[in-house]
């Protein structure tokens, strides 16, 4: 499942595959895997995106381990040991079945020029966190659908490939279980609720009827939400009438227990993947009122041996709040930093230079006082600092945009109640 900023799921401004759907170096460069920003241990970079797998991956892995050898137990009893080989064998491969229907969802995005930041195997499947949403909901559905159908035609070639191999051996058992969990996987996502892939299709058709994003998104959500309930309650109770093919007199206490533990989890993860994507939504829905003119401080031009005191002095008057150093052609060449005036003691200020607490301006930091939205966020993502020099289209000073300010605004337009 692919998560595009909206989904706090499977996966920040990512989709995610297996029970999940519910967004260095690599590989013989000769480097060990090492720990990435929070994303777990870098695997690769495949289309130059980093694939990081994360420690609850580990522990995923040994319960699939564990459960499949179980099962294995049963069918190849002569394996004895070494079934739990094989069953790594096949939570290893399984996970790489994850990888492919993610890989999908990379593929698509950047074919439709949207940055991806990271794909992540974890705990529940896999998330590929693409930054910015499709421009169109014909492309919202492509780019949802393709995991799924990847997943869908993994399954048919495992099962070509059981119909090569003698049955109740062990190639036969790795492709039977590898075409069924891809089967489930491609199923599971395909349910239509947020956060799962089917959701974002859900989405994406309610757009294309009204004509709004956000209608696509509140329906969404809301099923998905329907969707936590039903799963909630109905897995167990499939589970305790034996309509999963279970006998009902073979379902142990423990059974009982593991179903709803797995319900309740698989529930909480679609609900709040749910919830979520309506938070992202109504957020990007404010994100207009971001602009930069309206959030600059007026400033005003000061040289750079200009003592503090006196360019303070001259803020004041001008009712301004904020210092731009200027050169002697009154190029603006650096912006005195608010933190660093608050640290000057007042009885100091007519010996500090204003020279001495400035930052020197880099292109990064020159602001298009008509710029908004997710433009304005991804410049100040892209250069961060404490302040920037708003200019207008002639190149004139502005004023001075705080980053601080933009915080508070972007922290007031998440609280604000969408239309």
């Known amino acids: 499942m692919e998560d595009s900023g909206e989904s706090g799921e499977s996966g920040r401004p990512q989709s995610g595959a297996a029970g999940k759907s519910p967004r260095g170096g690599g590989p013989g460069n000769g480097k060990q895997p090492r720990p990435g920003p929070g994303g777990g241990i870098l695997m690769g970079r495949p289309f130059g995106v980093p694939v990081y797998v994360a420690p609850s991956w580990f522990l995923v892995a040994a319960l699939i381990t564990w459960v ?28 790489a079945s994850v990888l492919v229907h993610e890989l999908a969802h990379t593929v698509a995005a950047l074919r439709f020029q949207l940055p ?22 014909g492309r919202e559905f492509v780019l949802a659908f393709v995991g799924p159908l990847l997943s869908l035609v993994l399954s048919g070639v495992f099962y070509l490939g059981m119909k090569t191999v003698e049955p109740g051996t062990v190639p036969g058992v790795l492709l039977a279980g590898l075409m069924v969990s891809n089967l489930i996987v491609a199923g599971f996502n395909l349910l239509p609720g947020l956060p799962l892939d089917g959701g974002r299709m859900l989405r994406a058709v309610v757009w294309k009827l009204t004509g709004k994003p956000m209608s696509g998104t509140i329906a969404a959500a809301w099923v998905g939400r329907a969707l936590a309930v039903t799963v909630l309650i109905g897995l167990p109770l499939l589970t305790q009438t034996g309509a999963l ?20 989890i698989l529930a909480a993860i ?12 109504r957020l990007r829905e404010h994100l207009p009122e971001l602009r930069a003119r309206t959030l600059t401080r007026r400033a005003v031009p000061v040289e750079s041996t200009t003592p503090l005191s006196e360019a303070l002095r001259r803020a004041n008057e001008a009712g301004a709040r904020a210092l731009v150093v200027v050169d002697g052609h009154g190029d603006p060449t650096a912006l005195v930093r608010e933190a660093a005036i608050v640290g000057v003691p007042e009885h100091r200020r007519p010996w500090v230079a204003v020279s001495g607490l400035a930052q020197d301006l880099t292109d990064g930091m020159r602001v298009p006082a008509e710029l908004a939205g997710e433009p304005l966020l991804d410049l100040l993502r892209a250069t961060p600092a404490t302040e920037y ?31």
């Open 68 to 95: 499949f050898g179980g099962q294995l137990d049963r069918v190849l009893p002569e394996l004895g040991a070494a079934r739990y080989l094989v069953s790594l064998f096949f939570a290893v491969a399984f996970y």
């Open 389 to 419: 020099l708003v200019i207008e289209e002639t190149g004139e000073i502005y004023g001075v945009l705080s980053a601080a300010d933009v915080e508070k605004a972007f922290v007031a337009a998440m609280a604000r109640p969408g239309s």
């Open 116 to 137: 991806v930041r990271r794909i992540q195997l974890q705990f529940f499947g896999g998330v590929s966190e693409i930054e910015k949403e499709t421009e169109t909901p």
């Open 245 to 264: 093919g279970n006998s009902p007199d073979q379902v142990s206490g423990m059974d009982t227990v593991t179903d709803a533990l797995l319900a309740a």
């Open 270 to 281: 679609i609900w709040t993947g749910a919830g979520n994507s309506l938070r992202m939504a």
